[in-house]
């Protein structure tokens, strides 16, 4: 049997990254393996557990055929590392941190994913990618409105199942309902 690709997608800042480091430990007791995305940014002002590299080198290993998939948003470019197909074909289910903007084509790879994403409302996601100090008020600003013209995908426009996430109250309550999510598509797949 082989294992499914959980595509969990949502708007900078709303804590994917933090849902993701506070599930690890549980996820991988299930046989779930988090990926680690390649982004051209600097690794230390990364905020994830990622990889940074520089545009060349992430060109480089995209025209290598290096990623299973990869998109560029908000200035960088996101590459997820061929290697989850190994793991998806020993039967591991892989979750990754993915774009709004790219779940079609990563559909099209993988027709049996299971799309979750993570809301938070705009004034939370605002004081959240402040808080953080990655970005200028311009790049804030930015995201925002992306996130607003990502809106439809929320409303099911793709025609596809989108499993939805609020991670509005506690973590912990988030990570539960997560690992609940998984368990319900499993048993339903």
Same mark, same amino acid.
């Given at each position: ?10 708007p900078s800042g ?6 993701? #480091? ?32 520089? /545009? ?17 948003? #908000?200035?960088?470019?996101? !590459?997820? /590392? ?8 020993? !039967?591991q289910d892989v979750?990754?941190? !993915?774009?709004r903007g790219h ?7 993988? /027709? ?6 993570? $809301? ?18 311009? $790049? ?11 809106? /439809?995908?929320? $409303? ?9 996430? #609020? #991670?509005? !109250? ?20």
């Open positions: 049997m082989s294992g499914r690709l959980i595509y969990l997608m949502g709303s804590g994917k990254d933090s849902l993701l #480091n506070a599930a690890r430990e549980r996820l991988a007791e299930r046989g779930c393996v988090i990926v680690r995305r390649v982004i051209t940014r600097s690794a230390e002002a990364l905020g994830e557990d990622a990889i940074g590299v520089t /545009p060349a080198e992430f060109d480089q290993h995209e025209a290598s055929g290096g990623f299973a998939l990869s998109w560029r948003a #908000n200035g960088l470019a996101y !590459g997820i /590392p061929r290697q989850i197909d190994d793991w998806l074909a020993a !039967g979750l990754l941190n !993915g774009s779940l079609s084509q990563a559909r099209q790879r993988y /027709p049996d994913l299971l799309a979750i994403l993570l $809301q938070v409302d705009e004034a939370a996601l605002r004081q959240r990618l402040q808080a953080r100090g990655r970005e200028s008020t311009e $790049q804030i600003e930015a995201r925002l409105a992306r996130s607003r013209t990502l809106q /439809p995908l929320e $409303q099911g426009a793709d025609h596809a199942e989108v499993r939805v996430l #609020n #991670n509005s !109250g506690p973590l912990e309550q988030t990570v539960s309902q997560l690992l609940q999510l998984i368990s319900d598509a499993r048993v339903c797949a």
